[in-house]
Nanobody
Framework: QLQLVDSGGGSVQAGGSLRLSCVAS?????MAWFRQAPGMQREGVAA????????YYPDSVPGRFTISQDKSKNTVYLEMSSLNPEDTAMYYC??????????????????????WGQGTQVTVSS
């Protein structure tokens, strides 16, 4: 059974940076980070394909978030910089264990992922 443990959240001031980590108990094909602010839908902010390291981002967070991986540790990271109060949310790690040819076009859909972490809170103050 795959388990995901995400961590690294905290409180920072606007303009600050944070690095989130997600450790998977077994190998996965894809891993992603989503976030959910109070009263809002959960949205994808980054994803990575373990095989090639190809990364995916939405247009809404250009250049400020970077996803990376350490294959030897089954771990993905989300480096966040120039944080602003609108980035305040619970951040969740997600994983998919099976390959899919349509992933590049649909990586941002929650239904693409079979496993979820417990979430880590990020709070950005102005």
């Amino acid at each position: 059974q795959l388990q995901l443990v995400d961590s690294g959240g905290g409180s920072v001031q606007a303009g600050g940076s944070l690095r989130l980590s997600c450790v998977a108990s077994v190998h996965t094909y894809y891993m992603a980070w989503f976030r959910q602010a109070p009263g809002m839908q959960r949205e994808g902010v980054a994803a990575i394909y373990h095989g090639t390291g190809r990364t995916y981002y939405p247009d809404s967070v250009p250049g400020r978030f970077t996803i990376s991986q350490d294959k030897s540790k089954n771990t993905v990271y989300l480096e966040m910089s120039s944080l602003n109060p609108e980035d305040t949310a619970m951040y969740y790690c997600a994983a998919r264990r099976k390959a899919t040819p349509a992933y590049a076009d649909t990586w941002w859909l929650m239904s693409k992922y079979d496993y979820w972490g417990q979430g880590t809170q990020v709070t950005v103050s102005s």
